[in-house]
């Protein structure tokens, strides 16, 4: 095809440029969507008005995208626009052309993003299964009484991603020396650690858990800003070549000194712990910072397995708006720091700002790197985190209501009070088991943290 003056191109796989067509993407969206007992060409139009405007959003006018960089665009668009069932039908359809072309060793380019859309798309599409994909139908399970069921079956399903997880991982037996848990805070990196070691011992795996947390460098060494707030989310706050030593030395088959971080003090502490490995033995690590190259810089690529969580909830509001996975976490670390670490609840709102500069800059932008995605969100959660810190973020409209400087702060509270007042109250949440991720945040988990 001839190249037109003007007009945007882009790049077949096969490297030939061509015209890109617009027309092609309405039809694409709405094959999917007639797959699927949908018939709204109107609709899969606009949709596709959404995917050019990205389009030209990504890529300025003189650049040239490639056919999967398109297509990774219309699926961010089916997803966000909560197209469960289109999303599917498109995303398999894609797959399927994807393992024909490998078959005939076609290899396709593909264009990794960091966000896992196709993880997203399969969380959305089991709340749409389960009547709770928004608010609403989160409030009428609860009013018809079939909430603790909600319970059994979201357990069952992150249970069932961990299962899927360890198989990964047992795949890879006498090749893995190291497994990576990894994931922004409060995603449920620990439960999940924990959950998946009992997987792995009972495929006969020998394991042991390293917390890196043990490893943060004392907290006054740190820089405050102008309201006194230290940064400790960043990978430089752990001691990095210390960890990479002691791994190093681990796998070597010599015996290491772990320290010990005291979170109430801030400091670590004389006291140390021995560690070796046994033969065949694999690390277990979780933290932040997993993802991070220089954190386990000293352990061959090919011996890691990095698995990410993160809270990928896909949960509407009224207003048919996403609920926002960093405030699910924040809630969450709210609980857990009053609790077990000495930090009451608006230090950690107000901290907020360091967790997210550092999840944007030494997280997100690896997540491409990772073997396997879990989803940490409960989508039976907002209930119980609503009966927890309510009052709090009452207090807070008022509390930072023209502070100069916490306007951040503000703007989260005011978009949580909003969230709460929607969700419907629940003050007996017995039906939470023991082994249930967010027993980790709440207390009463039959796991020691």
């Not at 997100?364 to 959660?381: A, K, V």
Request: aromatic fraction near 8%; charged fraction near 25%; charge should be neutral.
């Amino acid at each position: 095809m001839m190249n037109c003056p003007g007009a945007r191109m882009i790049v077949k796989r096969n490297g030939e440029r061509v015209v890109f067509d617009p027309n092609k993407i309405t039809e694409s969206i709405y094959r999917a969507a007639y797959s699927q007992g949908g018939h709204n060409r109107e609709l899969a139009s606009r949709l596709k008005d959404q995917v050019v405007a990205l389009i030209d959003e990504r890529f300025p006018a003189n650049a040239v995208p490639t056919v999967d960089q398109v297509l990774d665009a219309v699926e961010k668009v089916l997803i966000e626009n909560g197209h469960a069932r289109t999303a599917k039908a498109f995303i398999l359809y894609r797959n399927e052309r994807d393992r024909l072309r490998e078959e005939n060793r076609e290899a396709p380019s593909f264009t990794v993003e960091p966000v896992p859309y196709k993880k997203i798309w399969q969380v959305l599409n089991w709340n749409v299964e389960h009547h709770c994909e928004t608010i609403a139908k989160l409030n009428q399970r609860i009013a018809d009484g079939s909430f603790p069921d909600l319970v059994l079956e979201a357990d069952a399903a992150y249970d069932a991603d961990i299962n899927q997880a360890a198989e990964a991982i047992i795949g890879r037996r006498g090749e893995i020396r190291l497994v990576i848990i990894s994931g922004p805070s409060s995603s449920g990196k620990t439960t999940t650690t924990i959950k998946l070691a009992e997987r792995l011992s009972k495929a006969g795996l020998r394991l042991t858990a390293m917390n890196l947390d043990n490893y943060f460098y004392d907290l006054h060494v740190h820089p405050r800003d102008e309201h006194g707030d230290s940064d400790f989310e960043t990978p430089q706050a752990l001691d990095l070549p210390l960890i990479n030593e002691h791994l190093a030395a681990l796998f070597a088959g010599e015996t290491i000194r772990m320290p010990r971080f005291n979170f109430h003090t801030g400091n670590r502490e004389p006291d140390t712990t021995p560690m070796r490995l046994e033969q065949n033995e694999l690390v277990l690590i979780d933290s932040l910072h997993g993802l991070y190259d220089e954190m386990t810089k000293s352990v061959a690529p090919q011996a890691k397995f990095k698995l990410y969580i993160e809270t990928l909830a896909q949960l509407k509001d009224a207003a048919g708006k996403f609920v926002r996975w960093t405030d699910i976490r924040l809630m969450r670390r709210m609980i857990r720091d009053s609790k077990h670490r000495n930090n009451p609840p608006n230090r950690t709102i107000e901290h907020w700002q360091y967790v997210r500069r550092s999840e944007l800059r030494h997280i997100i932008p690896f997540i491409h790197t990772t073997d396997y995605i879990l989803n940490g969100s409960l989508p039976y959660e907002l209930p119980v985190l609503k009966q927890f810190l309510i009052d709090n973020f009452r207090q807070f409209i008022t509390m930072y209501h023209g502070v100069p400087g916490r306007e951040d702060v503000l703007e989260r509270a005011e978009r949580v009070i909003a969230l709460f007042e929607a969700v419907a109250d629940l003050t007996d949440f017995t039906c939470i088991p023991s082994s249930s991720l967010l027993r980790e945040f709440i207390g009463g988990s039959m796991y020691k943290y």
